[in-house]
Each structure stands twice: as C-alpha cells, then as structure tokens.
C-alpha cells in the first residue's frame, strides 16, 4: 500500500503559478506510475498529467503546455507545475498511484487550487 499526501494549492491570480507536490509513502516508490487529477465543483474527475516509473509523461491536451509533471524516485516525491493559470483550473486537485504490476490505484486527500483575481 501507499500514502499519499499533496500539499502547495492554494489561492492564485490569473496567469500566476503554482507548484503542487505529492509525498508518497511507500517503500518502492519507483514501482508506481504517478499522476495528478483534478475535479471541478459539479464536474467529473479527469486526468491532469501523468508520468510513467520511467519517467515518460501525458498529459491533457486542453493543458496546452501550461502544466509540467515531473516526479523525484530518491525522495517518493511527484510534482505538477502549473504555468499561466486560468480560472478554468480551479478545482481539487488529487495525486494518484497505479503500481505497475497489480494496477492497485491510491488516492491522495486532495488539494485545492483556486484561481481567482
């Protein structure tokens, strides 16, 4: 099993950024893809971006560019940069783990980001 705990949302104006971060407790970080969603008031779930255990990333193409995935295995450590954010992004967002073997998927608590002037 893991833990998994995001932390760095928060309050942001339009084309501002902020950086979230996702601490997995795990013995094996390395085994898991990682991956960040988000969930809008009223709204589905959807996938962020993910990042592969060797490290090829995806993500959502209405992101156009604006967000990074990037993930630290020595420190159990998954990242999201976001770049130029718009209103449309605010919503919970939640770090995921999927091992590799079993497909067991771990859900963080989540973390809100609100982009407002």
Not at 35 to 58: C, D, F, H, M
Request: charge should be positive; charged fraction near 15%; glycine fraction near 8%.
């Amino acid at each position: 099993q893991v833990q998994l705990v995001e932390s760095g949302g928060g309050l942001v104006q339009p084309g501002g950024s902020l950086r979230l971060s996702c601490t997995a407790s795990t013995r094996i970080f390395s085994i898991y893809n990682m991956a960040w969603y988000r969930q809008a008031p009223g709204k589905q779930r959807e996938l962020v971006a993910a990042i592969t255990r060797s490290g090829t990333t995806n993500y959502a193409a209405s992101l156009q560019g604006r967000f990074t995935i990037s993930r630290d295995n020595a420190k159990n450590m998954v990242y999201l940069q976001m770049n130029s954010l718009k209103p449309e992004d605010t919503a919970v967002y939640y770090c995921n783990a999927e091992h590799v073997f079993t497909r067991s998927e771990y859900w963080g608590q989540g973390t809100q980001v609100t982009v407002s002037s």
